[in-house]
DNA sequence: AAACACTATCGTTTATTGGCGATATACAAT
DNA sequence: ATTGTATATCGCCAATAAACGATAGTGTTT
């Protein structure tokens, strides 16, 4: 009964889509990707009108979006502009839309 | 964490796509599912024969599908036989397919 | 060079998660 | 009533996540 976590083996698919699900599992994430989506970008500074958190709360949750590749953020000094990652959001799609079928 | 997270006022959706998506955020519960899927419904006894994982955390990732209520549970004395419930899995779908786009 | 605006990162604290073995519970069959 | 089987729960630990304030970049403007 000595399992080894390294023994698992899952699926490539099962590891992308619970690596996007674990990213959109916070509402706060969900409303910034809604907030972007709304208007294509934004700057953090616009997030932390909006939402009453820290802004550097903000600021690791646009990390977090950016680590799973859900958005990227281009240079626009001495702002940082937020975009959704269209390529990988479309990604994301199909592995929701398969998996729920 | 001084601020609750109730403290923020969500929209409903958002809330809910957020449980969903967290409760798939890990790859063994989306393996689960896909097993689950696959034959309709199964057995705890039978993941564990499945994943090189203790029985008792297998079954904290049932408990989670559980709650969030993915899954459902009906009695079959001495088992527990697990399937997915359809209900829930499709407004989990419609959130899905609404927020992705 | 200094001041400013914007964002990221650091350090800390607390909460939650994921894993395990051991134990408890529930029911069936003996 | 005892045994056996299947599953859930408990107690523990390590690792990760979430939040904050403070501080450190980074690039512009004065």
């Not at 509402?27 to 907030?35: D, G, M, N, V, W």
């Not at 958005?71 to 799609?93: M, S, T």
Request: with cysteine.
């Amino acid at each position: 009964m000595n399992r080894a976590i390294e023994d698992i083996k899952y699926e490539n698919s099962s590891v992308e889509l619970a690596a996007y699900a674990k990213a959109l599992g916070h509402p706060t994430r969900i409303e910034i990707l809604k907030h972007l989506d709304s208007q294509s970008c934004c700057f953090t500074g616009d997030l932390v009108d909006v939402f009453p958190i820290a802004q550097s709360t903000i600021s690791q949750h646009l990390k977090e979006l950016k680590k799973v590749g859900l958005i990227q953020g281009e240079l626009n000094p001495p702002k940082i502009r937020y975009c959704i990652h269209r390529e990988n959001w479309e990604k994301a799609r199909l592995l929701f839309n398969n998996f729920l079928k």
